[in-house]
């Protein structure tokens, strides 16, 4: 990029410009085009108290902060922090917008890995939790309490793709000054804009779709508010969980070719709903795109470009032993828990993600033990949809 090519005249360039040019500059000394690794663990300084804006990588790296740029770049925001994994982004973000003693209020169709993290970790240290049915903002409104300090909201959800109104949510949260946290894994600032929706926070794994290959592991927070990011930075710093260099290098190559992916994702994803919603042997397919999906307005009204990302899921008739048998004869397919990347990725929800849950409370918030959760990657389509129909009918 060049120097004249600033980030002010990006700041209402596409995504995809920004995806590529922002916070990038060609090396002054050699004129590569490619940031560098800065692979160091600490910075020389010239004088006490004088540096060149870095002391130690554990407080912050140029690579990582260049990546930065690029992660508050996708969503429009004034800036971003980024954390070692996706996880350790949750765990930053409760632990600078909460204390002991505080209630948060999270979706119910959520990431078993963030369940898990409340109920184990925070939980020990007096945070209090109310999972509701957040695709209804009258659930979220009844839900808050004197001492409600987080709304937490994932949409679409891991791994029903239940969707949440997030515009209708963070006006009920206004009124009694509570945060809102969003997490924007699924669709990405291509496909869904949460700060433009009233949304305080976005929060991203990296790992998928930003990275997009299977290539690392990372986590973002996302913001428009300085005191918020300052926060999670100072959280950050005193925690340890910053993202590596080489995964953030690694990171920024995927962001160049996000909106190009999600986009092929989603017409991916789209062919293999229409294909899997007439299969004999499948009772029920979760897409946004499907003309039957319950919030499908909604879908129309809050997903960008009208379109809405690779992941879906599906119930088979033949419930847990038919699912594992559909895992285990799926060719094409990669059985992993993973999602986002360019592969197709299957996932057994009851028997993995969400295994830790019991299964009344999975099938209270939709997750049959038939119900299969599929990454849509970025394979010829027809061969997608082969190898899911040879694996239905082994």
């Known amino acids: 990029m060049s120097s004249r090519y600033n980030r002010k005249k990006l700041a209402h360039a596409g995504v995809a410009t920004r995806n590529i040019h922002l916070g990038v500059v060609p090396d002054p000394v050699?004129?590569?085009?490619l940031p560098p690794i800065y692979q160091t663990a600490t910075y020389a300084q010239e004088a006490v108290g004088v540096n060149k804006g870095h002391t130690y990588s554990r407080s912050s790296n140029p690579t990582v902060t260049t990546l930065e740029a690029k992660l508050a770049g996708i969503e429009y925001a004034l800036g971003a922090v980024a954390f070692a994994t996706g996880l350790a982004a949750t765990t930053s973000l409760i632990m600078a917008t909460m204390k002991q003693g505080d209630h948060l209020i999270c979706s119910d169709v959520v990431f078993g890995g963030t369940v898990r993290l409340i109920e184990t970790i925070f939980n020990r240290y007096g945070i209090s939790v109310s999972y509701v049915d957040a695709s209804n903002?009258?659930?979220?409104?009844?839900?808050?309490?004197?001492?409600?300090?987080?709304?937490?909201?994932?949409?679409?959800?891991?791994?029903?793709?239940?969707?949440?109104?997030?515009?209708?949510?963070?006006?009920?949260?206004?009124?009694?000054?509570?945060?809102v946290a969003v997490d924007n894994?699924?669709?990405?600032?291509?496909?869904?804009?949460?700060?433009?929706?009233?949304?305080?926070?976005?929060?991203?794994?990296?790992?998928?779709?930003?990275?997009?290959?299977?290539?690392?592991?990372?986590?973002?927070?996302?913001?428009?508010?300085q005191g918020l990011l300052?926060?999670?930075?100072?959280?950050?710093?005193?925690?340890?969980?910053?993202?590596?260099?080489?995964d953030a290098w690694l990171t920024m190559q995927g962001i160049k070719t996000l909106e190009l992916r999600l986009i092929q994702h989603s017409h991916n994803a789209q062919k293999v709903a229409d294909f899997l919603s007439q299969h004999p042997l499948v009772s029920k397919v979760y897409y946004p795109g499907l003309a039957n999906f319950s919030q499908r307005e909604l879908a129309a009204r809050q997903h960008i470009k009208g379109l809405h990302g690779g992941m879906m899921a599906f119930d088979v008739i033949g419930g847990y032993d038919h699912a594992v048998?559909?895992?285990?004869?799926?060719?094409?397919?990669?059985?992993?828990?993973?999602?986002?990347?360019?592969?197709?990725?299957?996932?057994?929800?009851?028997?993995?993600?969400?295994?830790?849950?019991?299964p009344e409370q999975r099938a209270a918030i939709g997750i049959q033990d038939g119900l299969i959760r599929l990454s849509v990657g970025l394979e010829t389509a027809e061969d997608i949809m082969a190898d899911l129909d040879q694996a239905l009918r082994s």
């Open 137 to 179: 903002s009258a659930n979220v409104s009844g839900a808050i309490q004197a001492n409600t300090k987080l709304i937490f909201l994932e949409t679409p959800a891991n791994p029903t793709v239940k969707l949440n109104d997030i515009a209708a949510i963070t006006q009920v949260a206004k009124k009694h000054n509570i945060l």
């Open 230 to 246: 300052t926060e999670f930075d100072y959280v950050r710093k005193n925690v340890g969980n910053i993202q590596s260099p080489m």
């Open 325 to 358: 048998k559909v895992m285990n004869s799926v060719v094409l397919c990669t059985l992993a828990e993973s999602l986002g990347a360019t592969e197709s990725i299957i996932t057994h929800p009851s028997s993995m993600t969400h295994v830790m849950m019991s």
């Open 185 to 225: 894994t699924y669709l990405t600032g291509v496909l869904q804009r949460p700060l433009e929706l009233g949304a305080d926070i976005v929060l991203y794994s990296t790992t998928k779709y930003i990275d997009g290959h299977n290539a690392t592991v990372g986590g973002a927070l996302v913001s428009n508010n």
């Open 30 to 33: 050699t004129g590569a085009i």
